[in-house]
Each structure stands twice: as C-alpha cells, then as structure tokens.
C-alpha cells in the first residue's frame, strides 16, 4: 500500500533521488539475501569450533552475524532479511523515503515483540519440539535472550535461577502475548503509513464516532451496505421459512438503534393475518423480518403498502429477502435533520433527529391544517442492484484517472435518491487538485453518463468528491418530507427534496428571505413552485400567511383560485401586477411606520405584542391605530410569487424598480418574493435584482452563461433535469446539489380542495386601486418632490418636446428647450423614475413607455391645470 500523508508545515518533506532510491533497494536486496542464508547455514557448533560441522556460506562474518542474531532474538531474528526485503521492494516501486526514521522504528518494534511471542510457542505446546536445530545452544528458549525477557518463565541451572520474564511475571502469558501482539500491529501500522497518518485515522474515527455521522456512508473495502431508503416492489426470491421467535430476535437486532419496537411489529404482523382468516401457525411458516425505521407513523404506512402488494406471504417474504447488512455509524434516513440555511458550509454535524410533530390547534376561525394522509406514500423499492453498481463505478473512476498519471483511491460512497456522491483520496501527495477538476467528460464518456459534476476539494473535507448519477433512480416524495419536518424550527418553511446525501433539503423563507428560481422548460422548475405553496398550505393557516400570485401563462397557478390564504385572484394581467407590486411597496412602507411607532425591529416582534401592547405603545406617542390604514395588530406574511418573471418584464420593464424595492427592503416587514424564470439572462435577472435575491435553486439551463447569471457559477447546464437541482443558501458560496421533490397533480389537488372547505378568501379589492394610484404617482419610486417637477414650466415644455419629435436624449432637449446640459439629463432621468422613458440602451436612446394621455393623467392627479389656450405644451404633441 502506497502511504498517503500531508504535507510538511515546513515546505516539502525530505526525498530520496532516483538513483539513491536505486541504490539503496539493490544494497538492501543484498542484505536481505546475504542474512537470510546467514541464517539458514547456520549451526551452533561453527561458533568457537576449529572444524565446525558444517561451514557457513556466508563465512566466518555470517555465522557471527546468526550467532548474535539467533542469540539475542530466536526465531524472529529471520524477520531481518523479510524487513529488509519489504524496504527493497518499496524502494523499487518509487517509495522516495518519506518517512523513513518512522517506518525503521516500527520495523525495530516489530523484532523484540515477535521474539517475545515466539518465546511464548513452547509454553503453548503449539510447537514443541520445531525447528530445534537453531536452538540447541540457548537454553533460554525459541524466542532468544530477548524474549526469555520479555515473556519467559524462571531458569534454574545448577541450582541458580536466571529469572523470568518481565511481562509474564506482571500480566501471565495471556496478557503478555495481547500487549505484545498489540505492540507488533503498531510496528506494522508505522511501516505502512507514519505516525501522522496513524494519529490523524485515529482523530477522525474517534470524531466521527462521537459526532455520530449523518452521512449513510460506506467505506468499499469493506464492503457496501444498502442505504437505508423505501424499497420498490420486485419479483420476490424464495427464501427458507422462519419461525415467529426467530423473526422476533432478528427485528430486535436490526431495530435496536430505532423508535420501533420489535414485538410491537410481530404483533401488527399476527393481528393482520388474524383478519385475513390465517392462524397463528400459517404466521410460522412465513414470518418477515424488517429492517428498523424512526417512527410508528412510517411503520404504519409501510404496513398499509404491504396490504396491498397482494398475498401477505409474498410480501413477508419479500421484505425476508432484503439484506440486513449494519450500517457503520449511519443514521435511518427519516432520523437526518434536513439542511437548514444557517447552517455552515460543508458542516455535516448532526443535529438532534426531529419527528413529525402533531397537529396545532387552529388559531383562527377553526381553520383546519390540511392531514398527511392527503399525500401518496412512497413507493417500495429495493437495494440489491445498488452494491454492484457503486463497486463498478469506483473501478471505472479509478482506472479513469490512472490513464492520465493520476493516482485517486475512492474511499467512501454515499448514495442518495438519484445521485451517489464518490469520495476519492490523492495517493500523490504532490498532485494539484484543479488537475482532477476538468475530467468531468472523460468520466462521463468511460461511464457511459451525464449528469456528472466534481466538487474538488469536499467543503470540510480533505478529499475530493464525485457525483455519478444512479442506475436506479429512486422519487423523492412530499410525504416523507413532511412526516421529518418539524414546522416550529421553520417561519415558512419550504420543502425542497433531498440533497445527495439523502438529507431532506428545507429552507425557510423568512431567513432567505427572498428567492430565485430558474430552468429551462421541462426540468424540474413549475414542480418545485408547487411544492413551495403545498408547504405553506401544509404548515400554515391563512391568518398567518397571505398570497399574492402572478401568473402570466395563465394556467399554472389557477388551480389555487379560491383558496383562503389569496390576497387577490391569480394575476394574469401584468397592468394590474404591476399595480399589486406597487400597492406592496406602499404596504411596505406603511409596516415600516407601525413598526417605528410600536418600537420593535421586525414583524415576528410586532406581532408577539398583543393588541393592548400595540394600542398602548401607539398612545404613548399621540397616535391611534384607527388613523393608520392597512395596519392591524396582527400582521400576516405576504409572500408575492411570479410564475415568469420574464414574461412579466417583457410586458412592463417598471415592475423591476418595485421589485427591486421590496426584495432591498421588506424582510423586516414580512413581505417576501419568489421569481422563476425559464430566461435566467443577464437582462432579465439583472445586477441589482441578483443582489437582493441571496438564495437560488438552479435546474437544469441552456448554458454557462445562464448558470453564471442565476448561481454566480457554472455546472446547471450539466444537470440531469426532471428535478436535479443545484440549490445556493443564503450567506454561502457552496452549491449543494439535490433532487427536487415530486408532487403529484393529484396530491396539490387534494390539499386545495382541503384548503378551499375550511373558508372561502377574503380578497382585498383595494389593492389594485391603490397600486394604480401609486403608479401615476410616479411608479413607486418615493420620491417626495414628484409634484415639485410637475409644476416646473421647462419640464412641460422638455415632455412636450420628447413627445412631438420621439427624440429622448438629453443633447436634444438642451438644443430644442435652451436649457443647460446638466437640466436636460435631470429631465430625462426624471422622466425615467416616473415610467415614462426606459433605460439607455446605448446608441439607440431611450425608448418611450406611456402614452401622451398618461402625462395629463398624471398632471391632472397632481392639481395641474390644463390649458390649451395658453399653453402649447398641453396641446397634443402628435397633432
């Protein structure tokens, strides 16, 4: 095994030349050869003996040399040619001498130890009277004077005793062979890889031990058990029939570790075939055993999905059939907290596992929250493919790497619903890790692949990791997430799916506290806004949380008409979004206020208050709640959801200065943004709104350049689609891949008509009369001085100007109006703020937006009056 260690502190550690390495392996060969023969031509007699019996090949200096040898260490005086030869054979394979003083020290422990055990043989009666030749001179035993020290009984020789050995006397044979046994396995751990590594192995297990890994991770040298998932039917093998007890110990054995209790399922087992009509002792020729799982909730369904597999004596022995393999340190998958935003990156220390906690009493109105049971289980599935595969693919990796002189060792595979995440080792200590990030086609094309993304290094982590994609493809279901969610952690939480670790993948909108979301058509994206409001719908009553929906394709977001948590009716009219984004920056504005008056910093505060706080709070400054509009003492979260962001900005460009309004400024005050955008361009998701938007979920997009607009990074356009996702956290720079969850047509249906039984909406009809108002008023921008502009003569005459020729530029209106440069771009970008000009677009100019009615509109709005007679500017430009 080639050692694999860090570093020096100090610069590159201490290596050997070439040629030295040549050297010394052939000088070391020689010694092995020259001791060995030494050894075995040796005889006691050619030591001190004119004519000895035999003459040593190797001489006078080999028989010294076994003489001593043989003397000080018995029999495990042959272990000198065996550790000579074992450096030779390393020097030739390009060992340049790392470590060498720690290896010649494990290589020095390992000779006493062996000979102290050696010396232990006889007392054993394994071998009594073996290899006696070399022994005839030493009375002190096989294992020479050193092992008679070590671990030999007392010698008496002519009625004096020469002692025993030291070990023996303190722990008897039994402990003195442990102690040494032990001493030899740390020789050998320093020859095969140094004290360092040796110490680092040891934190690392002892930490992963106490930290108890959330990660279902299995080493392949050790074989590769089946992650803990919901298994799918498949044709079912026979398998030799058991009895109740023996199934009893083996449920019992495999569920220690879980909330299940192992006689508690064989009694679900006889209660179920009782009302079939079977008896106890047709139970006895077909009992299961069942691997543990966290709750009573997911036994339950898992049992209800074995009724309907048919024959229970299929389904017993179909569950029979799944290996029972331990898994090292991994957790069940319902026990893995989800990955919370807060939480850092690469951290993967686990948190205390949270269960589906109970329904809450309604806090409004009797309001009902939806039951589980409205969402479809999972299917069953099994894991017998999944060993094989990961085994197959690990070679592949390997031997990719190995064409082009990278030598890589997977360590770890985790498997996750559609993705196995390879943990892979650099065995060249000298090797750059950005060398192994631009192999991502050349795997792709030896595994026949697509999918594939290296993450080099691990966050946390000093390996490098992997993501193949699974043969077998395994759904992530709502159900489950939901039945491992605890809603208290969460403000609004929003399901995701699973990551490739299998965790569940659960954000909260209220610390985001705004999101992206972008993909092109078919991957993933309308599913994953389906999940986010089912989550709502789920977890929250409608005095808590209100919509504001935005639909421009007019069909996806229909089905949620009625329902009691809608502000208004889908928008499908993108004047009348525009005016409900604008009616939220005055709610926003409005919230700020109460906010001040009440003294609190964010709307969790308020609304812990209480109405007699808020009153007393209000009175304190000389105000009255009745002479604030739109403000209550409680006020509910406003999440505004658009369907396509593009659509909308195509249709009306100003709905991105709203945007950008709410998204800078209204967490504090409860209202939050989600935008999906199949178009995630640099036009549409441009600087300013990207800045405001920390969180973002990435499927699957045309290219890097749309990658690098929603995620600031490439790789969505390597996903798979149909739900891989790439999901950036808010305050992290680490991309965390998962599969999004899948939400059946059926199940969204099913929570809205359970939503739509417990109340009808109260829609607010205000809404789109104040976001009108606050348009004409100068589309949000809140600006105080608008009326200010309006009753200036020269901004007339400059609009009037603009319109008559469609000429925009501020070079125009100082040569047509007579006014100085720096008035005419004030009027310009005035103009702009109101709604009426667009952005620069380099040579071509502004373009113009609203129509001349609009300006008197506006004028009209602000006290201005119109006369013709007296004023050309208020005649019709176009006339």
Same mark, same amino acid.
């Given at each position: 095994?080639?050692?694999?260690?860090?570093?020096?502190?100090?610069?590159?550690?201490?290596?050997?030349?070439?040629?030295?390495?040549?050297?010394?392996?052939?000088?070391?060969?020689?010694?092995?050869?020259? %001791? @060995?023969?030494? &050894?075995? /031509?040796?005889? =006691?007699?050619?030591?001190?003996?004119? *004519?000895?019996? #035999?003459?040593? +090949?190797?001489?006078?200096?080999?028989?010294?040399?076994?003489?001593?040898?043989?003397?000080?260490?018995?029999?495990?005086?042959?272990?000198?040619?065996?550790?000579?030869?074992?450096?030779?054979?390393?020097?030739?394979?390009?060992?340049?001498?790392?470590?060498?003083?720690?290896?010649?020290?494990?290589?020095?422990?390992?000779?006493?130890?062996?000979?102290?055990?050696?010396?232990?043989?006889?007392?054993?009666?394994?071998?009594?009277?073996?290899?006696?030749?070399?022994?005839?001179?030493?009375?002190?035993?096989?294992?020479? %004077? @050193?092992?008679? &020290?070590? /671990?030999?009984? =007392?010698?008496?020789?002519?009625?004096? *005793?020469?002692? #025993?050995?030291? +070990?023996?006397?303190?722990?008897?044979?039994?402990?003195?062979?442990?102690?040494?046994?032990?001493?030899?396995?740390?020789?050998?751990?320093?020859?095969?890889?140094?004290?360092?590594?040796?110490?680092?192995?040891?934190?690392?297990?002892?930490?992963?031990?106490?930290?108890?890994?959330?990660?279902?991770?299995?080493?392949?040298?050790?074989?590769?058990?089946?992650?803990?998932?919901?298994?799918?039917?498949?044709?079912?093998?026979?398998?030799?029939?058991?009895?109740?007890?023996?199934?009893?110990?083996?449920?019992?054995?495999?569920?220690?570790?879980?909330?299940?209790?192992?006689?508690?399922?064989?009694?679900?087992?006889?209660?179920?075939?009782?009302?079939?009509?079977?008896?106890?002792?047709?139970?006895?020729?077909?009992?299961?055993?069942?691997?543990?799982?966290?709750?009573?909730?997911?036994?339950?369904?898992?049992?209800?999905?074995?009724?309907?597999?048919?024959?229970?004596?299929?389904?017993?022995?179909?569950?029979?059939?799944?290996?029972?393999?331990?898994?090292?340190?991994?957790?069940?998958?319902?026990?893995?907290?989800?990955?919370?935003?807060?939480?850092?990156?690469?951290?993967?220390?686990?948190?205390?596992?949270?269960?589906?906690?109970?329904?809450?009493?309604?806090?409004?109105?009797?309001?009902?929250?939806?039951?589980?049971?409205?969402?479809?289980?999972?299917?069953?599935?099994?894991?017998?493919?999944?060993?094989?595969?990961?085994?197959?693919?690990?070679?592949?990796?390997?031997?990719?790497?190995?064409?082009?002189?990278?030598?890589?060792?997977?360590?770890?595979?985790?498997?996750?619903?559609?993705?196995?995440?390879?943990?892979?080792?650099?065995?060249?200590?000298?090797?750059?890790?950005?060398?192994?990030?631009?192999?991502?086609?050349?795997?792709?094309?030896?595994?026949?692949?697509?999918?594939?993304?290296?993450?080099?290094?691990?966050?946390?982590?000093?390996?490098?990791?992997?993501?193949?994609?699974?043969?077998?493809?395994?759904?992530?279901?709502?159900?489950?997430?939901?039945?491992?969610?605890?809603?208290?952690?969460?403000?609004?939480?929003?399901?995701?799916?699973?990551?490739?670790?299998?965790?569940?993948?659960?954000?909260?909108?209220?610390?985001?506290?705004?999101?992206?979301?972008?993909?092109?058509?078919?991957?993933?994206?309308?599913?994953?806004?389906?999940?986010?409001?089912?989550?709502?719908?789920?977890?929250?009553?409608?005095?808590?949380?209100?919509?504001?929906?935005?639909?421009?394709?007019?069909?996806e977001l229909a089905g949620y008409e009625d329902i009691p948590h809608l502000l208004t009716p889908p928008i499908t009219d993108?004047?009348?979004?525009?005016?409900?984004?604008?009616?939220?920056?005055?709610?926003?504005d409005e919230r700020y206020f109460a906010l001040r008056l009440a003294g609190v910093r964010n709307i969790a505060d308020y609304?812990?208050?209480?109405?007699?706080?808020?009153?007393?709070?209000?009175?304190?400054?000389?105000?009255?709640?009745?002479?604030?509009?739109?403000?209550?003492?409680?006020?509910?979260?406003?999440?505004?959801?658009?369907?396509?962001?593009?659509?909308?900005?195509?249709?009306?460009?100003?709905?991105?200065?709203?945007?950008?309004?709410?998204?800078?400024?209204?967490?504090?005050?409860?209202?939050?943004?989600?935008?999906?955008?199949?178009?995630?361009?640099?036009?549409?998701?441009?600087?300013?709104?990207?800045?405001?938007?920390?969180?973002?979920?990435?499927?699957?997009?045309?290219?890097?350049?749309?990658?690098?607009?929603?995620?600031?990074?490439?790789?969505?356009?390597?996903?798979?689609?149909?739900?891989?996702?790439?999901?950036?956290?808010?305050?992290?720079?680490?991309?965390?891949?998962?599969?999004?969850?899948?939400?059946?047509?059926?199940?969204?249906?099913?929570?809205?008509?359970?939503?739509?039984?417990?109340?009808?909406?109260?829609?607010?009809?205000?809404?789109?009369?104040?976001?009108?108002?606050?348009?004409?008023?100068?589309?949000?921008?809140?600006?105080?001085?608008?009326?200010?502009?309006?009753?200036?003569?020269?901004?007339?005459?400059?609009?009037?100007?603009?319109?008559?020729?469609?000429?925009?530029?501020?070079?125009?209106?100082?040569?047509?109006?007579?006014?100085?440069?720096?008035?005419?771009?004030?009027?310009?970008?005035?103009?702009?703020?109101l709604g009426f000009l667009g952005p620069q677009k380099g040579s071509k100019g502004r373009e113009l937006l609203r129509p001349?009615?609009?300006?008197?509109?506006?004028?009209?709005?602000?006290?201005?009056?119109?006369?013709?007679?007296?004023?050309?500017?208020?005649?019709?430009?176009?006339?």
């Amino acid at each position: 095994m080639i050692p694999v260690n860090d570093e020096s502190r100090r610069g590159r550690p201490f290596m050997l030349a070439k040629r030295t390495r040549i050297f010394w392996a052939i000088a070391l060969t020689v010694l092995a050869l020259f %001791t @060995l023969v030494s &050894l075995i /031509s040796f005889h =006691p007699d050619q030591v001190g003996n004119a *004519s000895p019996p #035999g003459r040593n +090949l190797c001489g006078i200096v080999g028989a010294t040399f076994a003489h001593i040898a043989l003397g000080a260490w018995g029999l495990a005086a042959f272990l000198v040619p065996l550790i000579a030869a074992g450096f030779s054979w390393a020097f030739f394979r390009g060992y340049r001498g790392r470590n060498a003083a720690l290896k010649l020290t494990g290589a020095i422990l390992i000779v006493p130890a062996m000979a102290g055990i050696i010396h232990l043989i006889p007392e054993y009666r394994l071998v009594a009277a073996l290899l006696r030749h070399w022994d005839q001179s030493h009375l002190t035993g096989l294992g020479g %004077t @050193l092992g008679h &020290l070590l /671990s030999g009984n =007392p010698v008496h020789i002519e009625g004096r *005793s020469l002692g #025993g050995g030291i +070990l023996v006397s303190h722990l008897h044979r039994t402990g003195a062979f442990m102690l040494l046994a032990t001493v030899v396995v740390a020789g050998l751990v320093l020859i095969n890889m140094g004290l360092r590594e040796l110490l680092r192995n040891i934190y690392y297990a002892v930490h992963d031990r106490m930290r108890k890994p959330m990660r279902t991770t299995t080493h392949l040298d050790q074989g590769l058990p089946p992650r803990p998932s919901t298994p799918q039917p498949m044709p079912v093998p026979e398998r030799p029939t058991t009895s109740v007890d023996e199934v009893t110990k083996r449920i019992a054995a495999v569920g220690a570790s879980s909330s299940l209790d192992a006689n508690d399922l064989v009694e679900r087992i006889r209660r179920r075939r009782r009302e079939l009509g079977d008896s106890d002792e047709d139970m006895e020729a077909t009992a299961h055993s069942s691997r543990g799982t966290s709750s009573d909730a997911y036994s339950e369904r898992h049992a209800t999905e074995m009724e309907s597999l048919g024959s229970l004596e299929a389904q017993e022995a179909a569950l029979a059939a799944e290996p029972l393999s331990p898994l090292r340190g991994a957790m069940p998958r319902s026990q893995l907290p989800p990955i919370s935003d807060d939480e850092e990156d690469g951290d993967h220390r686990p948190k205390p596992a949270s269960k589906s906690k109970a329904r809450k009493p309604a806090r409004k109105g009797g309001y009902a929250l939806p039951d589980i049971n409205l969402l479809q289980d999972a299917p069953l599935r099994r894991d017998s493919e999944h060993d094989k595969d990961i085994q197959e693919t690990s070679a592949v990796i390997e031997n990719t790497f190995l064409e082009f002189n990278i030598k890589l060792k997977v360590v770890a595979a985790t498997r996750g619903p559609v993705i196995t995440q390879y943990e892979l080792e650099l065995i060249d200590p000298g090797m750059r890790v950005s060398k192994v990030e631009g192999f991502e086609k050349d795997l792709s094309l030896k595994l026949g692949t697509e999918g594939i993304r290296i993450v080099a290094p691990l966050p946390n982590r000093k390996t490098i990791g992997i993501e193949v994609p699974n043969n077998l493809k395994e759904p992530v279901v709502m159900k489950d997430l939901v039945e491992e969610l605890d809603p208290d952690e969460h403000v609004l939480p929003l399901i995701l799916g699973r990551d490739v670790l299998g965790r569940p993948l659960v954000g909260d909108l209220a610390k985001m506290p705004h999101l992206l979301v972008a993909g092109a058509t078919g991957m993933g994206k309308s599913v994953c806004m389906n999940a986010m409001i089912c989550s709502i719908l789920l977890f929250r009553e409608p005095d808590l949380v209100k919509f504001i929906m935005v639909d421009p394709k007019m069909v996806e977001l229909a089905g949620y008409e009625d329902i009691p948590h809608l502000l208004t009716p889908p928008i499908t009219d993108m004047t009348k979004a525009h005016a409900a984004l604008e009616w939220a920056c005055k709610t926003m504005d409005e919230r700020y206020f109460a906010l001040r008056l009440a003294g609190v910093r964010n709307i969790a505060d308020y609304n812990q208050l209480g109405d007699e706080e808020i009153n007393r709070r209000l009175a304190a400054k000389g105000k009255d709640l009745a002479d604030l509009p739109g403000i209550e003492t409680r006020m509910p979260y406003i999440i505004i959801l658009v369907d396509e962001y593009a659509d909308l900005m195509m249709v009306n460009k100003e709905v991105e200065k709203s945007i950008v309004r709410l998204t800078a400024k209204s967490r504090a005050c409860g209202i939050h943004i989600i935008l999906t955008t199949q178009r995630p361009s640099a036009d549409v998701v441009t600087g300013l709104i990207k800045s405001n938007l920390p969180a973002r979920i990435s499927f699957r997009v045309a290219d890097k350049s749309n990658s690098r607009v929603v995620l600031d990074a490439g790789g969505a356009e390597n996903l798979l689609g149909k739900g891989d996702m790439l999901y950036l956290p808010p305050g992290s720079s680490t991309l965390r891949r998962g599969q999004g969850v899948w939400v059946k047509d059926e199940e969204i249906e099913a929570v809205i008509n359970h939503a739509k039984s417990q109340g009808t909406p109260e829609y607010d009809e205000s809404i789109f009369r104040i976001g009108a108002a606050a348009m004409a008023g100068g589309g949000g921008s809140g600006d105080e001085n608008t009326s200010d502009w309006i009753q200036d003569r020269e901004f007339h005459d400059a609009v009037w100007s603009i319109y008559k020729y469609n000429k925009t530029g501020a070079d125009f209106l100082r040569r047509k109006c007579q006014i100085g440069y720096n008035k005419a771009t004030s009027y310009v970008e005035k103009l702009e703020d109101l709604g009426f000009l667009g952005p620069q677009k380099g040579s071509k100019g502004r373009e113009l937006l609203r129509p001349w009615d609009d300006w008197l509109d506006l004028l009209k709005d602000n006290g201005v009056e119109i006369d013709p007679e007296m004023f050309d500017c208020y005649t019709d430009p176009y006339r």
